[in-house]
């Protein structure tokens, strides 16, 4: 048993800081139905472009097993399972990138309160990754939001990964 005078002094101390922000590497958790998802967006457009907009969004939306997430100086690296990562400044400022099939897009990333906003442009749409961690269970959450002039409505989703 601790001497009471102790207790008010180890009150006092500071607890060692939890990791704040998505930095970090992060394993999946669970994942939605991102095929139904898709179909389901898609639904309401016609016979000729459901099928274009199903494979593009196919394309584009995968759920991904790892990601790591890093402060380099003046910016920020995210890098997608086993892929080259994305290095973009941590400012929103845009920089171009080009995909592994030669497809070039604008990304940015930006801090929004504790998480971290990443935004890919493409000719046809748009994608945004909002990062959120839960401080109590340290659990990251990726909501993703696709949307286009040629979508019905945007197409929205959440991955865990812990």
């Known amino acids: ?69 890093e402060r380099e100086s003046g910016g920020i690296a995210i890098q997608y399972d086993q892929r080259q990562p994305q290095r973009m400044p941590a400012d929103g400022q845009t920089v171009q990138w080009t995909r592994e099939d ?23 749409g748009r994608r945004t990754n909002r990062f959120h961690v839960d401080p109590a269970s340290r659990i990251l959450t990726l909501k993703v939001t696709v949307t286009s002039p040629r979508l019905p409505g945007p197409l929205d989703y959440a991955i865990t990964y812990r």
């Open 1 to 69: 048993m601790l001497p009471r005078f102790l207790i008010p002094a180890l009150l006092a101390l500071p607890l060692a800081a939890q990791p704040s922000g998505p930095f970090g590497s992060w394993t999946l958790v669970s994942a939605p139905d991102l095929p139904g998802i898709i179909e389901a967006a898609t639904a309401p457009m016609n016979f000729i472009t459901r099928p274009i907009a199903r494979s593009r969004l196919k394309q584009t939306n995968s759920v991904y097993r790892t990601i790591r997430i």
């Open 102 to 124: 030669g497809q070039t897009f604008l990304i940015s990333t930006r801090v929004d309160g504790d998480d971290l906003v990443q935004t890919y442009q493409a000719e046809d």
